[in-house]
């Protein structure tokens, strides 16, 4: 399976700021993906993250909010933009890789609290 | 579009004892199913996947899963669990053709094992 690592695994923040999570993959995955977990909730794709062009995203998530980028085939990272409390929640990156079947696998998360 | 229903928020049951989560699904393609588990404070793990082939599945740590297609479900089992599977357990469905790579999440349950 791969290893995948986010930076930071948790911040608070305030209203009006953006954050940057990385996520970091040990190997090179064809797929890389963006989830939000709200508190409580399940998992809610937010974008696929595309590598060398715009990411795909989600109906209800748009590029202005939660911009990604994904310069090569081992790293990835999304801002979450002008924060609101309504923004905190764990965010997960995920990987697919050719070999592993359609397996997902899955980061630790970022656990973002917006105050 | 897929959906993913889980039958039970929350599961309580004695260290030992055998433990049935359900998930039904709802697609209109063939699909791909997934069984997750979060342990407090952390990122998602991947416990059993059906892909194709054999209905019972085997996966990690005990589980193991029924795929019954013409029930559309995919119920996770283990016989005798132990006071370390008390975590959250998520249920996700992807398309088998055209795989965008998409994970459909259940709500998931909350498996709460008892001394």
């Known amino acids: 399976s791969a290893v995948i690592s986010q930076k930071p695994s948790r911040d608070i923040c305030q209203r009006g700021t953006s954050l940057t999570i990385q996520c970091q993959v040990d190997s090179q995955v064809t797929m890389m993906f963006w989830y939000r977990q709200q508190p409580g909730q399940s998992l809610t794709l937010i974008a696929t993250?595309?590598?060398?062009?715009?990411?795909?995203?989600e109906s209800g998530f748009v590029i202005d909010k939660f911009p990604i980028s994904r310069p090569n085939l081992t790293f990835s990272t999304l801002t979450v933009s002008n924060m609101s409390p309504e923004d905190s929640s764990i965010y997960l990156c995920s990987v697919r890789q050719r070999g592993l079947g359609e397996t997902q696998y899955f980061g630790p998360g970022t656990r973002l609290l917006v105050l | 579009a897929q959906s993913v229903t889980q039958l039970d928020s929350q599961v309580p049951v004695f260290e030992e004892a055998p433990v049935e989560l359900r998930c039904n699904y709802s697609s209109s393609v063939s699909v791909y199913l997934f069984w997750y588990v979060q342990y407090p404070n952390q990122g998602l793990q991947l416990l059993l996947k059906y892909l194709s082939g054999s209905t019972l599945v085997k996966g990690i740590n005990g589980f193991e899963a029924d795929f019954n297609k013409s029930q559309t479900s995919f119920h996770l089992r283990k016989p005798s669990v132990h006071i370390s599977d008390t975590a959250e357990y998520f249920c996700?469905?992807?398309?088998?053709?055209?795989?965008?790579?998409?994970?459909?999440f259940g709500q998931g349950t909350t498996l709460q094992v008892k001394p």
């Open positions: 996700a469905v992807s398309r088998s053709s055209g795989n965008t790579g998409k994970l459909i």
């Open positions: 993250a595309n590598q060398g062009s715009e990411a795909t995203y």
